[in-house]
Nanobody
Framework: VQLVESGGGLVQPGGSLRLSCLAS????????MGWYRQAPGNQRELVASISKGGITNYADSVKGRFTISRDNSKNTVYLQMNSLKPEDTAVYSC???????????????WGKGTLVTVSS
């Protein structure tokens, strides 16, 4: 199982970016998916999460600016980031709770991350 993020880059303050994360490989099901970020010198923090049924949760710092969504048919989760601020600069990583086999446990999988830099 692999999670691969894409869509990071350099953007000016006030700009937008859309991150994508594709889960690939052989597995039975995906439950919750989410985006985390870690800025230099800081701990990793939850940005947003979404359940298989579409229930979302956001960090207070991104509410109203970021939108998480998923396409279960494509095993992909997205993060639309608008009105970006310099303090949003971080490595953004995708997380998914995946059951590889029907009778197996649900486990956490992580992508390697994609860098988002907000700067003029």
């Amino acid at each position: 199982v692999q999670l691969v993020e894409s869509g990071g880059g350099l953007v000016q303050p006030g700009g937008s970016l859309r991150l994508s994360c594709l889960a690939s490989g052989s597995f039975f099901s995906i439950n919750d998916m989410g985006w985390y970020r870690q800025a230099p010198g800081n701990q990793r923090e939850l940005v947003a999460s979404i359940s298989k049924g579409g229930i979302t949760n956001y960090a207070d710092s991104v509410k109203g600016r970021f939108t998480i969504s998923r396409d279960n048919s494509k095993n992909t989760v997205y993060l639309q980031m608008n009105s970006l601020k310099p303090e949003d600069t971080a490595v953004y990583s995708c997380n998914a709770q995946i059951r590889v086999r029907f009778y197996g446990p649900e486990m956490d999988y992580w992508g390697k991350g994609t860098l988002v830099t907000v700067s003029s």
